[in-house]
């Protein structure tokens, strides 16, 4: 790779080329995907909860508030998370809770079997000469 200078770059730091942690241990876009679940799930769910007793917007209200909790409980349990794993091997930790919880198939292999050929008796070979 070509420097300024034309002098050759002999080391590029892996770190520069990550996302920056922006939150509470999350990065940009993880932080955008919390906050997107949280308001789709949490306002529907208040102004559903409050429209029976006359207070549907203020469930919008309330709803943004339990969105920003979620953001808060997301961000702790991530920060626990990614603490004892590499970069980038907290998603596949969590795909591979999703498939055991039988939520979403990744295709990863969950269990450890042998295969058996299951004859009982020796095979007998014929003399094809």
Same mark, same amino acid.
């Given at each position: ?34 906050? $997107?679940?949280? #308001? %789709? ?7 559903? *909860? ?5 207070? /549907? =917007? ?9 969105? $920003?909790?979620? #953001? %808060? ?7 626990? *998370? ?5 970069? /980038? =091997? ?40």
């Amino acid at each position: 790779m070509e420097g300024k200078e034309g002098k050759e770059i002999t080391f590029i730091p892996d770190r520069l080329i990550e996302e920056p942690v922006v939150f509470k241990g999350m990065t940009d876009s993880e932080l955008i995907f919390v906050i $997107i679940l949280g #308001v %789709i799930f949490w306002i529907p769910t208040c102004i559903l *909860l409050m429209l029976p007793f006359g207070y /549907g =917007l203020f469930g919008v209200g309330v709803g943004f508030a339990m969105a $920003i909790v979620n #953001v %808060i409980m997301a961000g702790r349990y991530l920060t626990k *998370l990614k603490r004892r794993m590499p970069e /980038g =091997l907290h998603l596949v930790y969590l795909k591979r809770m999703l498939q055991e919880k039988g939520i979403k198939n990744y295709n990863y292999i969950l269990i450890s079997d042998v295969w058996d050929i299951r004859r009982t008796t020796p095979i007998q070979r014929t003399n094809t000469k």
